[in-house]
Antibody
């Protein structure tokens, strides 16, 4: 069974930093692209970052580019999101999400989601 | 950036009704569109991929159509568990991967 478990959320002041982690299990982590998707309270879904299986390709939404950094450790089956210069509008639940496996063809839809980590940016 | 516009924002229906949800893209996404369902307090669930294909385990009452810029998700007969928020998402041109704003199906 695919499992994704985020940790590291919490309350942080504007301008502060936080690191989210995602522990993956139940699948071969090293072959899947991984994403971070966030959802502000009562709002819709926003993709914020992608990292390819070998970390060769990383992408960010404009809203977080230059402030957030995604990384992974395939040996530890772990995904990370380093968040700096946090703003009030970054307050959201952050989901670690695995790419969709269409019979061995991995495509950027979102198939498996962690339960999310709440990040609250407030003074 | 491809913008996805979903309509209506809210759909008020009764169990057994047919639901028709729309997703319109600001430019062609070919058939590279997915639909998700999110129930309160739960994570989103992938329903449809590549515009028309049901994901594993999705009931047959969910169907979808469209290509290019106009897409439709249809629920043929609403079950109580189908009252939720539905999102579309494109993978045609990215980054960024983008979602629509969502359609909420509520009980009338």
């Amino acid at each position: 069974e695919v499992q994704l478990m985020e940790s590291g959320g919490g309350l942080v002041q504007p301008g502060g930093s936080l690191r989210l982690s995602c522990a993956a299990s139940g699948f071969t982590f090293s072959v899947f692209g991984m994403n971070w998707v966030r959802q502000a309270p009562g709002k819709g879904l926003e993709w914020i970052s992608y990292i390819s299986p070998t970390s060769m390709t990383v992408n960010y939404a404009d809203s977080v580019k230059g402030r957030f950094s995604v990384s992974r450790d395939n040996a530890q089956n772990s995904l990370y999101l380093d968040m700096n210069s946090l703003r009030d509008e970054d307050t959201a639940v952050y989901y670690c999400v695995r790419q969709f496996d269409n019979n061995g063809h991995y495509v950027p839809y979102f198939q498996h989601w962690g339960q999310g980590a709440l990040v609250t940016v407030s003074s | 950036e491809i913008v996805l516009t979903q309509s209506p924002v809210t759909l008020s229906l009764s169990p057994g009704d047919r639901a028709t949800l729309s997703c319109r893209a600001s430019q062609s996404v070919d058939n590279y569109l997915a639909w998700y369902q999110q129930k309160p307090g739960q994570t989103p669930r992938l329903l449809i991929f590549d515009a028309t294909h049901r994901a594993t385990g999705i009931p047959a009452r969910f169907s979808a159509s469209g290509s290019g810029t106009d897409f439709t998700l249809t629920i043929s007969s609403l079950e109580p568990e189908d009252f939720a928020v539905y999102y579309c998402q494109q993978r045609s041109s990215w980054p960024p991967l983008t979602f629509g704003g969502g359609t909420k199906i509520e009980i009338k």
